[in-house]
């Protein structure tokens, strides 16, 4: 009876064995069969296997680069899909690691990105930046208790314009540095100067996918648009929110380490 089961479980790992090597196997190509699951997504001119490979991604027509990825096949024994990646751009280079389990999905990522890139984002709101932007040890994790998130982000500081009541400003702002704070599934983004830590602006991020961007009386001073405040410097004249996802359907996680 034992040799008989034995039998079996060597047989059942020898079809799970044979199951993974078909799918390490698999064309590149075929990582379109969970992105095309992803609205604006578009991956081209894959080469190499599923488990390790490149491909073209562009997102609603904007090429994001070419990302490049390794599987880890350790972290299917703690019932995980995980994978080193890359993605390599004219205007930045990023890399890290992502994992995806039951329940959970984490991101881990370094890289320095040109402000040419940022500006693409910051072009809707009328804001235009000079310099370059370092990600430093950034880790993201999406579970059940919400989205957690440390690290730093950097911006070298230098010439800024945008729009302000149809006119437009052109200024020069110091070097800043934004640092996640708290574990508590509504992450915060404090950012201060570079140089001696002065407060400038407070990001949260809630649990219905909006952040709440409080901006200091320092930092419109700094802009050339000051505000009136009786709180001092450090008090916040101004709160912006915007929604960045909806829970449900952007649950993307990021996280890592």
Do not use: C
Request: hydrophobic fraction near 50%.
């Amino acid at each position: 009876m034992l040799s008989k089961t034995i039998k079996i479980l060597v047989a059942l790992l020898g079809v799970a064995a044979l199951l993974v090597l078909g799918v390490a196997l698999m064309p590149a190509r075929a990582v379109k069969l969970a992105t095309d699951r992803v609205d604006g997504l578009t991956i081209g001119a894959a080469e190499g296997r599923l488990f390790r490979g490149e491909a073209d991604v562009t997102y609603r027509g904007q090429d994001l680069g070419r990302a490049t990825w390794s599987m880890l096949p350790k972290l299917l024994l703690d019932l995980q899909l995980g994978t080193d990646w890359q993605i390599a751009h004219r205007d930045y280079t990023v890399s890290g690691k992502a994992a995806v389990g039951a329940g959970t999905a984490e991101f881990a990522a370094i890289g320095i990105i040109d402000a040419l890139a940022v500006n693409r984002f910051l072009a809707q709101y009328h804001i235009s930046l000079d310099g370059m932007f370092e990600v430093d040890n950034l880790d993201v994790r999406l579970d059940a208790a919400g989205v957690a998130a440390a690290g730093t982000l950097r911006w070298s500081g230098g010439r800024a314009l945008y729009r302000l009541s149809g006119e437009t400003r052109d200024v020069v702002l110091p070097a800043m540095v934004g640092t996640f704070l708290g574990d508590t599934g509504q992450p915060v983004l404090e950012v201060v100067t570079a140089e001696d830590s002065l407060r400038l602006l407070r990001i949260r991020l809630d649990a219905d996918g909006w952040a709440h961007i409080d901006v200091t009386a320092r930092l419109t001073a700094l802009a050339g648009a000051p505000w009136r405040s009786g709180g001092g410097d450090d008090a916040a004249v101004v709160t912006v929110s915007e929604r960045l996802f909806e829970p449900g359907i952007a649950d993307v996680a990021v996280s890592g380490g």
